[in-house]
Structures are given as C-alpha cells and as structure tokens.
C-alpha cells in the first residue's frame, strides 16, 4: 500500500524542514516530499491512499529510549501487545525496552525472542549489563547486539561495583553498543548526590573506554552541571529526563502516581531540568514508561512502587508545557523526542523525513485542547501524575515500517 499524507505542517529537523506540504509514501519508504520551494524524491504513481491532514502536524516517528513493558513476568502491569498498542498511539514508531524482566534480559537468545515479538511499533531489547542484574558477571553484549538489542542496560539501579562496571564498558565499547545508564548510588539512594556520583564515575569510565554512554532520566541540577562539564571537554555522553521531571516538584510527591525513581526533586532542579532542554545539556525526552497495577500504586504512599507511564502523554505534555509555553521551539522538540534519539541508536534511517528512510511518521492535532483521561490508554497501566491536564499534541495517525500502527 501507499499513502500520500497530505496538507500537513511537515517538521523535521534533520533536513531543516518546516513547510505546509505532502509526503509520499512507498511500501516501508519515504519515496517524495513535495512542500512549497521544496522538493525530493520521485511521485509514486499507482495504488495510494491520499489522507488529507490540513493543519495538522506531520514529523518522524517519535523514539522513547526508555520504557519497561513487564513482558514476560510481570503481564498483569503491562504486556507487549498493551505496551506497544500505547506506543502507536503516543506516536511512538520505536522504543527501547528495559531488561528488568522476568527472565532478566541478559543473554543473545532472551534478547531475540523478545525482540520477535513487537508488534505494529517496533520493541527493541535491551540486553542487562550484568548476569541476572545482580552486579557481579558481565553479560555477552557483543552476542546480545548481534541477536538485535540496541544497548545495554542494569535499569532499576547501578552496576555499583566499579571494576564491574568498566569490564562491561569496555566491552560495550568493543562491540560498539551504548549503555543506558541508571544512576544511583545505593548508599545515597534517592539523593541528587547519589544520582551525580555514579553519573560522575559512568563518564570517568566513558572517557577511559571510549563507551558511548547515555545517562537515563537525569533529574537534578547537580547532575547536570556535571554532564555539562563533560561535555564542555568534547566527552560524547548524552542524557535523557522524563516529562515529569520538568512538570512537578516534590511538593507533588504525596500520591503514588507521584512516586517514582528517581524521585521528583526540588523548584530548582525543574527550572534546571528545563534550562538543560534549552542548552543542549539534554539530548532526549524518554518517557521510562513504568505500568503498574492499581493496587501497588493505590495504597499508603511510603508502600507504593515506583514509576509512572508515559507513552501517551509525552507528546502532548512536552509540547504543552515546553513548546506553548515558549521555551523551546517545536523543531527542537522533535529533536529531543526523534531526530537525538536516532543519531544515540546510530540509526540513520530514523529520525528523519529524508528520502529512502523508513516510512516511521506521525501526525498530530496540535490546535485542539484536550483533557488527559487515563481510561482512554491503551496501556494496562493508569499509574499517570498528568490525569485532568489540558494539553495540545493528539495523535492523528501512527504509521510505523509504511503501515497504519494507529489511527485516532
Ligand atoms: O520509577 C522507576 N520505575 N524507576 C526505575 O528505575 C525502574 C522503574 C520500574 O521498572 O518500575
Ligand atoms: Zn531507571
Ligand atoms: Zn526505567
């Protein structure tokens, strides 16, 4: 089938496109864009379904490099087919899935098997950086890249054991995978300073290794004081937040769709998380979408899991607050939320409306109010601090490999 998307705002940053026009779609390709004073690409002629989306937003499918789908072991929080039904319909064309499963993501055959099972989006395995996540034996990254997992990762805590650590860098490093790095020090769990320390340490061995490393939801402004240090030094390292870190303070933090890990912090560390987006201090949006089941989120506060979802909010929450609110630009949005998180996954066919990249595309309603209601998510999970918000960002149409994933 193709598709012609027509009459939308086309955004993308990677070729500097921000145009009223069409797109042209060939099997699982990007075959045309034809917009005004610019053009690409051959017309197809044929069988194509034209789909009128006037005024409407059209940009590269977005990519949350962060996401824990509970499939397999712990299904009744979320399942494949729930999680990546959320995605589509968040406009997600990719996301990256934690290990912290059951079994534990950590050999070749565990990563391929997962990664068999996407459907409609595609689910990309994140291989552990340590057998079982316990901290001790590194696991075989250069064989978990080749059965298709995209970095590797001890999501849910840190490797704490330094050497441990740079053996597993090393060979990241060697196979060319980056690592997603949860931050913590256990002995300063839930601190700023904990979170800063073993980033701090994580960059050292970045350095030493030559690893490419990504930080995951970087919270505080110690922290990121830090990485923009490391980066003033040409260090490579890239790092992510989360939309709750830059929409609520810990004030907030009395509801367990409130509680999460890291925690929310203080006035500050937002105006600082926010000012990171601005800089380039941030190199991506991830959602570290993290079902739960009502009973483990709905109960005492100090007894409540962590984690909140995200997939279908991160769009319209980040462009209503960042974006409407005028800090950053909507191609600056796209680049946090598609165009970086392609170049981290060295993916470059992604990320991008080129000519030849994959047909991963979506198309947002961003002039229509509307109200975040959780009974609407495809995900299991209900587990959301932006319940009752007024935000702009609905998905229109999710097309993911040159087919409809979803359609509002
Ligand atoms: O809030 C969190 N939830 N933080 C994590 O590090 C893990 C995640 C989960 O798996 O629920
Ligand atoms: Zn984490
Ligand atoms: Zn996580």
Redesign the pocket.
Known sequence: MNFCIAGGRLVDPSIGLDKPGDIYIQDDVIEAIRAEGFSMGEIPNGDTERVEVSGALVVPGLIDLHV?F?DPGFCYKEDMTTGCASAAAGGFTTVCM?P?LKPITDTPQLVAALGARAEGIRALPIGSVTMGQKGAEITDAAGMKAAGACAISE???SVMDGAVMLRAMEAAAKADMPVFD?T?DDSLAGTSMGETVIAVRDMLFAKETGCRLHL??ISCKLCLDAIRAAKATGLPVTAETGPHYFMFDKSRATHGHF????PLRNVEDVQAVIEAIKDGTLDAIAT?H???SAGEKLCEYNKA????IGLETSFPVSYTALVRRGHIDLNRLIELMSTNPARILKDRSRGTLKVGAAADIVVFDIATPYVIDPSTFKSKGRNTPFEGMEVYGKTLLTISGGRIAYRA
């Open positions: 824990h509970r934690m912290n999501d849910g805590r949860h913590e995951c939801h509680k999460m890990n890291p570290d993290a079902p739960h899991m962590n984690g909140v």
